[in-house]
């Protein structure tokens, strides 16, 4: 008889067991459920809760900081070339005589895949300010001069001669790629003034102050320039690689016999071409970079 009520026991024991284990695994499977379906929930109105109604600092690299992506200096000479062949404007009073309609204050065109506008927003803190450009273009008229790209005896520039205004070349389908450069122009008031010697035009990077191109009055004659001389020696002060010669035998490329073009690897496998030339009569050098 106490065998079987030990056996009994037993059995109990063990059904108690097993139910025990069954009703452990069953909340466990209950927990697991109801943290899948609440616990991303509440996590995510936990976080909610730090971020929320709070103020937080964090310094990050902005993508629009840079006002200009970094070009070398081949490439900044060819979009600024293309964008001052994509848009009229009088280089010189000689060049101004070939042409009709043109004017100085004039809109500078959109057309094409370069444009070339005036920079109405002003320098940025990276660029050569209003009040900054006379004192910087008569510095690098002196290190022109002294290389020997100028004649000496080139007068300073005056504020209250000169106009000023900045522009920036646009590469329309990659707008990052801008050159921002300085038109220094002999204001339209001067016009009856003694020009010997002077500063005619100019164009000048506001970031640099290095002169692209140049009109200037000189006392020389063109068979006393040294137009490839004068041409290493710029190429070499503006940090650009070595021309080669133009080939070209059509004279009709300027209004002016006297001349010398050479070419420049720009980007994307295109050219620029850079001229040296001369006005006879008014006694005008010049170095462009436009057509």
Known sequence: MKRMKDKLSGWIDRAAGKDRVAVFFFILAVLVIAASVWGPEALAGYKDKEILNETHWKEIEEAGEGYRYSLSGNEKLYILSQCLNSQTLPESEQNAWTRSGTSEAGYQGLEGTYAFVVNHKGPSGEEITDEEIYGTCNSSLETLADLGILPEGVKKIEKEYYDAVLYSAIDVL??????????????????????????????????????????????????????????????????????????????????????????????????????????????????????
């Open 174 to 291: 990659e707008p990052r790629n801008n050159v921002a450069v300085w038109k220094l122009s002999l204001s339209n008031s001067q016009k009856n003034a003694n020009k010997d010697n002077r500063l005619i035009d100019a164009y000048i990077d506001a970031d640099s102050g290095k002169i692209y191109e140049f009109y200037v009055r000189t006392p020389l004659a063109w068979e006393e320039i040294d137009p490839d001389g004068i041409m290493e020696k710029w190429s070499s002060y503006m940090g650009i690689s070595a021309p080669a010669p133009y080939e070209s035998a059509n004279p009709l490329l300027e209004t002016t016999p006297y001349f010398k073009k050479y070419v420049f690897p720009g980007g994307g496998g295109d050219n620029t071409v850079v001229t040296i030339g001369f006005y006879e009569g008014i006694n005008e050098l010049f170095l462009k970079i436009s057509k």
